[in-house]
């Protein structure tokens, strides 16, 4: 597997203060990866050292370059949305597409122009003009039409609502995700792309707790739900969590074989939100 | 080849998100237009005895030397608004090239494009320094020519040759041609003075004008406060009007000069062009010391759009 990020004991100090510590992260080609964190945890300062946005510590690679201090090469192969509200008000629609078209060689004008005539976008509106989803759909015409090899996104669709999420994501792996492709996403909506990822990091107090393959998760993870006459013997089993509703009791387990857990009750997968509160929210009263 | 497109295209964002680059002299422009129309309208310019008769007989008396010192100032009468007009323009634009960019937060979105930081940060110098004069200039010549056309009715209205009287001895060429020289000579010599600016608009996360103009008051009252001096302020207006001094002989006046029985003195074509010292300016070292001042300050702009932290 081709590695494009390679992360090794990343560091980022703000004052006294560790936004990472110790953060290590590998994205081989053609993955989705979901950074998933609370908030604070370090989520968009490691994005922005992966983009050369930030000074670090540590050992990093993207792409096989030095993000710092080959930025602008890196720029060519690499794209991101950092925020929804990051495309000047005073943009045109048709300005933008001038533009990125001729600064990015990268840029296929036509693919962007044929995704924009999907949407309800006006050619020669102003951004300070459109909704919030439109322009997000916006920035995603622009990203999309763009060759990149990864693509970065920071809590893409923060503030949108459930329509243009789903439709953002379901564009985004039909339209424009392959093998040749690589997406790097964080987000709070963790539910809602569960179903698109590859792989998954958690990331807590600058440090990634958790780094699994998608297809592995449920070897190492196991949730466990039980009746009360099994509780003493699960619990005796060490789960990470225990939750407990309408009279059902529900473990999750880390690296316990499951033929030990399964006579105790019924098991299945964790779901990432559930393993997400058992990972971190144990550190997080 | 792609690099002078994408150059292209770098300072045509200017003037999107500037719109005042070409707004400001255009609406100037548009102003004088209409004041000379009126005037015309006024001075019944147009009728066989009106303002015109009076300049058919003026300038159908001057000798060739004097008529072309005479439109000499009518045309150069217009300049000096648009200068002013430009001097604002370049401080607001300056001062806001680097900080609106952070203001709105789009500068993730335009560091998300294969564009250095270098030549962001030159692209809004030479925005400031080249295209807003260029533009100025553009405008100018057009008032000029307005200037000039209407100049003609007037003399048709009184039976006049327009050609003769105003289109052979207007010296458009040279004057443009110094025009041109002007705004070059000014724009090196107010480098060290936009690239302060354009340092204030890196470095400030609110109110950058107030970076740009405080530190410089305040150090110019304590020097007057500490030695009764004014060295700070002279040498910021020094670097304001000084290009005067640097780049034309002394004689640049004699344009203006007006003789004691109210005639004009005649200034003739290559005279015009002599008043340019470009030796002088070349070898002025005010001149080359700017421009490592202002080297200094536009490598600390790129330095802090490229490194600051955002956050």
Partial sequence: ??????????????????????????????????????????????????????????????????????????????????????????????????????????????????????????????????????????????????????????????????????????????????????????????????????????????????AEPMDTLGDRYCQLVTRREHLEAARALGPLREEEGFGRHAFIFEDVPRERLAPLGELRTPSISDLFVAKVGGSRK | MNTLRVWLMLLRRETWEHRAIVLAPAIVAGLTALLMLAGLVQGRGLSRDGAGLYLVQGLGLMSPDQREASLTVLLTGVVPLFALTMVIVILFYAVDALYSERRDRSILFWKSLPVTDTATVLAKLVTATVVIPLVTVVFVAITQVVTLLMATMMVWGAEGDAWSLVWVPAPLFSLWTLLGYFMLAAALWCAPLIGWLLLASAWARKAPLLWATLPVVIAGQLELLAFGTTGIYGLVGDRVVGVFRVAFRPDIRTLMQVDGEGGVQAVATDRLLALIDLPGLLSAPGLWFGLAVALVLVVLAIFIRRYRDES
């Fill in chain 1, 1 to 210: 597997m081709n590695e494009l990020v390679h992360a090794r004991g990343l560091v980022k100090r703000y004052g006294r203060n560790r936004a990472l510590d110790g953060f290590d992260l590998s994205i081989g080609e053609g993955r989705i990866l979901g950074l998933i964190g609370p908030n604070g945890a370090g989520k968009t300062t490691a994005l922005k050292a992966l983009l050369g946005l930030t000074a670090y510590e540590g050992e990093l690679r993207v792409l096989g370059l030095d993000p710092v201090r080959q930025r602008q090469r890196l720029m060519q192969d690499v794209c991101f949305i950092a925020d929804v509200a990051v495309l000047p008000r005073w943009l045109r629609v048709n300005q933008a597409l001038d533009y990125v078209a001729t600064v990015h060689p990268r840029f296929r004008r036509e693919r962007a122009e044929a995704f924009l005539a999907t949407t309800e976008i006006p050619s020669r509106a102003r951004v300070k003009t459109l909704s919030k989803g439109m322009i997000t759909q916006l920035h995603l015409a622009l990203i999309m039409a763009i060759d990149a090899r990864l693509l970065v996104l920071d809590e893409p669709t923060l503030g949108l609502d459930i329509l243009f999420r789903k439709a953002f994501y379901r564009t985004l792996l039909n339209d424009y995700f392959d093998e040749h492709r690589t997406i790097l996403v964080t987000t709070h909506q963790v539910e809602e792309i569960e179903y698109i990822l590859t792989d998954v990091v958690f990331i807590d107090h600058g440090r990634a707790v958790l």
